[in-house]
């Protein structure tokens, strides 16, 4: 699963020309929006994508306290102790997620977030690529005009831009 994931993220970088450090950014905080949605709005989440070792990590911190008023940010010493031997009272334990733990609406919020800081990388290339050409003749590629409005959608280098008949 983690090599495939990695795979895909390299895909994506290469296909749209965004950096990786940007995708592994979007993608950390679309996954900390979706499990504080999932999971109550708990406060801190730590989410860890390393491209190197590829590898990653999910996980909430609770802290640990004898007496729980806080059911989604504390927990008490005895559960805390299944996931950590040394936990102690008045330090956080850290509880690894697994994926699957995640719901369906934590997914399609992660989903949408991705697809979001997409686009706006894609609209970011598009600016700079296209600020510097202002008041210069370029050649583009007509690919469809739209016979309501006789707006022409043209292919310019690699990226789709709209055309407007006036």
């Known amino acids: ?26 993608i950390t905080n679309a996954i900390t929006i979706a499990v504080k949605k999932d999971f109550g709005g708990v406060e ?57 733990q995640f719901g369906r609406i934590a997914a399609q919020t992660a989903k949408h977030v991705i697809r979001q800081g997409i686009r706006e990388a894609e609209r970011e290339q598009m600016m700079n690529q296209m600020g510097g050409k202002v008041g210069e003749v370029v050649t583009a590629t007509v690919n469809k005009i739209d016979p309501a409005n006789g707006n022409a959608f043209v292919q310019m280098d690699k990226n789709e831009v709209l055309l407007f008949k006036n």
């Open 1 to 26: 699963m983690n090599n495939e994931f990695f795979d895909a993220l390299e895909l994506i970088a290469r296909e749209k020309g965004i950096s990786i450090d940007y995708l592994i950014e979007k």
């Open 44 to 100: 801190a989440v730590n989410v860890v994508l390393d491209p190197l070792t590829r590898q990653y990590k999910v996980s909430i911190i609770k802290d640990v306290v004898r007496e729980v008023e806080d059911p989604v940010n504390q927990i008490t010493l005895e559960e805390a102790q299944r996931y950590s031997k040394r936990a102690m009272i008045g330090e956080p334990v850290e509880i690894k997620l697994e994926t699957k």
